[in-house]
């Protein structure tokens, strides 16, 4: 069974930062951790799930959302198999559910039905 957890949520200020993290059980994926591409989105009340950014297998490879780019920056530690997402200059806007999700061989990195695997969600809340 996969796992992935994801850590790091809370409430913070407009302009504040926080970092999320994810942990990715050993047992659970059938390839390598390595080869999978990881993927951040979030999900506010009454909306549907927005990607946020996804990092491929080497970490080289980045995608972002245009809502977040040049705020949130996506990381990997193959090694410690974790993912982190890096989020500076909050706004109201960014309160939501965030998720880390992984999928193998992702053709659209963007697309959350690329992604087979999902955490539980942490929350993020930004005050005004």
């Known amino acids: 069974q996969v796992q992935l957890v994801e850590s790091g949520g809370g409430l913070v200020q407009a302009g504040g930062s926080l970092r999320l993290s994810c942990a990715a059980s050993?047992?659970?994926?059938?390839?390598?951790?390595?080869?999978?591409?990881m993927g951040w989105f979030r999900q506010a009340p009454g909306k549907e799930r927005e990607f946020l950014a996804a990092a491929r297998w080497s970490g080289g490879t980045t995608y972002y959302a245009d809502s977040v780019e040049g705020r949130f920056t996506i990381s990997r530690d193959n090694a410690k198999r974790m993912v982190y997402l890096q989020m500076n200059s909050l706004r109201p806007e960014d309160t939501a559910v965030y998720y880390c999700a992984a999928g193998f061989n992702v053709a659209f990195p963007r697309l959350a039905h690329e992604y087979r695997y999902w955490g539980q969600g942490t929350q993020v809340t930004v005050s005004s």
């Open positions: 050993d047992r659970t994926f059938s390839s390598t951790f390595s080869s999978y591409t």
